[in-house]
């Protein structure tokens, strides 16, 4: 697996998996190595979007922010990471190739990849909030 496919993955699943805090979910690490490159990364997102690491802690939470700028942030990491086909879906097998093979994701994956959305970014919003609703797990991130 190329280094690309996998920090795609890995920042699908940061972005997309984190959950509120008494959520029982299985909490799955990334290796450190990967975790350190994706910090990097999704720092260059927030510095184009001009948040700070609150909106990192809101993600951390389980939860999000419906500002345009929050939105942005996540349709960046996505896009940057090469997780989106030219339409702006989501490329359901990168995506679940960062999780355990022992963990279904695909068909959250599939099942909220089919969000509509009136421009790209407000389109991978949505499945940012149906993911991050329905995934079997959660994902740490640093």
Do not use: H, W
């Amino acid at each position: 697996m190329t280094s690309k496919v996998l920090l795609s993955c890995v920042v699908l699943a940061v972005l997309a998996t984190t959950v509120l805090a008494e959520d029982s979910r299985k909490l799955v690490s990334f290796a450190p190595e990967v975790a350190k490159k994706l910090k990097v990364l999704i720092q260059e997102c927030l510095n184009e979007n001009g948040l700070g690491e609150d909106a990192i802690e809101v993600i951390r939470a389980g939860e999000y922010r419906e500002d345009e700028p929050f939105q942005n942030l996540v349709y960046c990491a996505y896009k940057k990471f090469g997780a989106l086909d030219e339409n702006n879906r989501i490329i359901s097998q990168v995506a679940a190739a960062s999780f355990p093979k022992d963990i279904d994701v695909v068909t959250v994956i599939e099942s909220c990849g089919k969000e509509d959305g009136n421009t790209p970014v407000d389109q991978v919003f949505k499945y940012f909030k149906c993911f991050q609703k329905n995934s079997p797990v959660r994902m740490q991130l640093y």
